[in-house]
């Protein structure tokens, strides 16, 4: 499997990666509670239809148990239990605040899902454990995307499908550079107002920006050894990204 050419050594690497794992999971322990609303506002809910999309995608193949990778408060892990109640769904995060709160809203909505505690980069499952899986706006989050791929291929079962929602950096032209002003100066701004968090709404505008466009993260997709395609949302704010084991 390649790596990004701007990919350290191995060992420093893993150094990187257990630094920004930390960081990662401190700040978004300290917005847990008004994660959501943020979501809401900064999106004008329009994340709401994505999740949407990216549903309909992962559960295209009547997948029989799911894993929801980085599921935060549990939102699109909600999202493919109500749209499959038949099917087994596992969320797993490595910040046990926002599981908490996933756990309120699934009691909210009398939705029964398994929700853990996991680190994407090691997955506390065995190979071929699932149908599907999932990951909506937090693969930008991992240290090491190709290391996070390859765990999601491991429990990925044979025929299986991985679907992956996410910010891609805003495109060259006048809405991109309309998004980049946004993201940059108003996004921090209102995150820091809501949730009395300045350096989490500063880091966001910042991995998106950082992360790979949709076309590199595809070729890194097929690299692992998925069959993969993907598709812009909303002027290309969001891009959702399948991938099939074989």
């Known amino acids: 499997m390649t790596l990004p050419p701007e990919m350290p050594p191995v060992g420093d690497r893993q150094t990187g990666a257990r630094d920004k794992g930390r960081e990662v999971q401190a700040m978004f322990a300290a917005i847990a509670p008004r994660y959501d609303l943020l979501n ?3 999106s004008l809910g329009v994340d709401r239809l994505w999740r949407r999309e990216a549903a309909r995608e992962a559960l295209a193949r009547h997948p029989r148990r799911i894993l929801d990778v980085a599921t935060g408060t549990g939102d699109f892990a909600l999202e493919l239990k109500a749209r499959a109640p038949q099917a087994e769904v596992v969320g797993s ?19 029964n899902l398994r929700l853990e ?6 997955l506390p499952y065995p190979d071929g454990s699932f149908d599907a899986v999932t990951c909506a706006f937090g693969f930008r989050n991992f240290a090491d995307y190709a290391r996070g791929l390859a765990e999601m291929w491991r429990v990925l079962a044979p025929g299986g499908r991985l679907v992956i929602l996410e910010f891609p ?20 701004r209102v995150g820091a107002l809501v949730s009395g968090n300045a350096g989490a709404y500063t880091y966001l505008p910042e991995s998106t920006l950082a992360f ?5 993260l595809a070729q890194l997709m097929r690299a692992t050894g998925f069959h993969t395609r993907h598709r812009l949302l909303t002027f290309g704010i969001a891009a959702i990204h399948v991938g099939d084991k074989g």
């Not at 046990?96 to 809203?105: I, N, Q």
């Not at 505690?117 to 090691?122: I, K």
């Not at 790979?212 to 590199?216: A, F, G, I, K, T």
């Open 40 to 42: 809401r506002v900064l």
């Open 212 to 216: 790979l466009d949709p076309d590199r």
């Open 117 to 122: 505690e996991g680190d994407a980069l090691n």
């Open 169 to 188: 950096p805003p495109r060259p032209g006048l809405f991109g550079s309309l998004f980049r002003f946004y993201f940059r100066h108003l996004l921090p």
């Open 93 to 111: 995060d490595f910040v046990p605040e926002m599981l908490d709160l996933a756990r309120e809203k699934a009691h909210a909505r009398h939705l």
